[in-house]
T-cell receptor
Framework: DAGVIQSPRHEVTEMGQEVTLRCKPI?????LFWYRQTMMRGLELLIY????????DSGMPEDRFSAKMPNASFSTLKIQPSEPRDSAVYFC?????????????FGEGSRLTVL | AQSVAQPEDQVNVAEGNPLTVKCTYS??????LFWYVQYPNRGLQFLLK??????LVKGSYGFEAEFNKSQTSFHLKKPSARGSDSALYFC???????????FGSGTKLNVKP
């Protein structure tokens, strides 16, 4: 299995621009999570999906952030407009439902820099 | 409230010596505990987990962790540290009710030759 695939690995953009991060979970995994990692705040859960349905988005910072999962093999995290404080590494992770006590499988992350 | 604490930002150990990375937790109900490792510019990789049973859990790369219910701890250990163990280590607690993982702040392990 290829694991969780994220793109782009690195993104540098200017304040005000739209940013779209992409994630392909491991095939057969029913849960998908988006995390943000910064030095100051560590790992923060932004949102997670179960069977493509958003279950908890309480971690989404503000309305500039949105996430979708149109099908079982693809999810996006969009920031519009982006701000310098959004600079972070964004991780996608997935987990199979059948493993009720199971661990998360993380992608390699997307490093976002907003100038 | 569910939470995980890693009291040490950094741990330094000499190669060949035993290492311990500390983790304490707070949970209502049974704890489901995990350790992850993160190498530079990489995602988090699963090391091991405690769900139930034996208090000593063995995982990848020779790591093990000791679950201690009375001390609410889940410390990560390795008998002999290697240079390749230098990385960032995260302890995590799974909330079975809300299906969330709570991660500690991370501990940077430095293994020196």
């Amino acid at each position: 299995d290829a694991g969780v695939i994220q793109s782009p690995r690195h993104e540098v953009t200017e304040m005000g621009q739209e940013v779209t991060l992409r994630c392909k979970p491991i095939s057969g995994h029913d849960y998908l999570f988006w995390y943000r990692q910064t030095m100051m705040r560590g790992l923060e859960l932004l949102i997670y999906f179960n069977n493509n349905v958003p279950i908890d988005d309480s971690g989404m910072p503000e309305d500039r952030f949105s996430a979708k999962m149109p099908n079982a093999s693809f999810s996006t995290l969009k920031i519009q407009p982006s701000e310098p404080r959004d600079s972070a590494v964004y991780f996608c992770a997935s987990r199979p439902r059948r493993s009720n006590t199971g661990e998360l499988f993380f992608g390699e992350g997307s490093r976002l820099t907003v100038l | 409230a569910q939470s995980v604490a890693q009291p040490e930002d950094q741990v330094n150990v000499a190669e060949g010596n035993p290492l311990t990375v500390k983790c304490t937790y707070s949970v209502s109900g049974n704890p489901y505990l995990f350790w992850y490792v993160q190498y530079p510019n990489r995602g988090l990789q699963f090391l091991l987990k405690y769900i139930t049973g034996d208090n000593l859990v063995k995982g990848s790369y020779g790591f093990e962790a000791e679950f201690n219910k009375s001390q609410t701890s889940f410390h990560l250990k390795k008998p002999s540290a290697r240079g390749s163990d230098s990385a960032l280590y995260f302890c995590a607690l799974r909330d079975m009710v809300f299906n969330k993982f709570y991660f500690g702040s991370g501990t940077k392990l430095n293994v020196k030759p």
